[in-house]
T-cell receptor
Framework: GEDVEQSLFLSVREGDSSVINCTYT??????LYWYKQEPGAGLQLLTY?????DMKQDQRLTVLLNKKDKHLSLRIADTQTGDSAIYFC????????????FGQGTTLQVKP | IAGITQAPTSQILAAGRRMTLRCTQD?????MYWYRQDLGLGLRLIHY???????GKGEVPDGYSVSRANTDDFPLTLASAVPSQTSVYFC?????????FGPGTRLTVL
């Protein structure tokens, strides 16, 4: 079945770049997503990438997609303390149903 | 514009009791979803609805039921709560993969 895997924790210093990695199993996913969850809140969509793209950049965020290895990454440049949150990778389920499969989430800790 | 609201914010419940978690959206999205979030497991889909009048089972549906009488409301019912249903429950709505999440309900079953 479909599965999405992430490492659980990442710690960086303020101003450094953060790279959060994700692997997925379903090569037919149309879109792949990154969601952010701040403490005590629901998830918010950060960015997404269409499966026929290799890279997408949006201000401090860069998404890289390696379809051959089924590997997705999110790079946050100049990481700030406000970036501390849990980041979830998600892939769309087959059949364009709108349903998503989420990874376990990576907790990003930004130290001043 | 409220987006998605959930109620209650938190609840402590005795095992065996019945509980309904409420979810309302004002974005007129056709699709709505219920997830549970547990440490180390991420979000798991409980039930979903592609449009008013239809529902479907997700990854972990046992012990839960849903209804979708209209576009805006998607309540989740625990018929007889058990301690393993202690979790944070998120409702979401959306189209084409972009989902908007409510603030969550923290449920503790003792």
């Amino acid at each position: 079945g479909e599965d999405v895997e992430q490492s659980l924790f990442l710690s960086v210093r303020e101003g450094d770049s953060s790279v959060i990695n994700c692997t997925y199993t379903d090569s037919s996913s149309t879109y792949l997503y990154w969601y952010k969850q701040e403490p005590g809140a629901g998830l918010q969509l950060l960015t997404y990438i269409f499966s026929n793209m290799d890279m997408k950049q949006d201000q401090r965020l860069t998404v890289l997609l390696n379809k051959k290895d089924k590997h997705l990454s999110l790079r946050i440049a100049d990481t700030q303390t406000g970036d501390s949150a849990i980041y979830f990778c998600a892939e769309s389920m087959p059949g364009n149903t709108g349903k998503l499969i989420f990874g376990q989430g990576t907790t990003l800790q930004v130290k001043p | 514009i409220a987006g998605i609201t959930q109620a209650p914010t938190s609840q402590i419940l005795a095992a065996g009791r019945r509980m309904t978690l409420r979810c309302t959206q004002d974005m007129r999205h056709n699709a709505m979803y219920w997830y549970r979030q547990d440490l180390g497991l991420g979000l798991r889909l409980i039930h979903y609805s592609n449009t008013a009048g239809t529902t479907g089972k997700g990854e972990v549906p046992d012990g839960y039921s849903v209804s979708r009488a209209n576009t805006d409301d998607f309540p989740l019912t625990l018929a007889s709560a058990v301690p393993s249903q202690t979790s944070v429950y998120f409702c979401a709505s959306g189209e084409y993969g972009e989902q908007f999440f409510g603030p969550g309900t923290r449920l503790t079953v003792l």
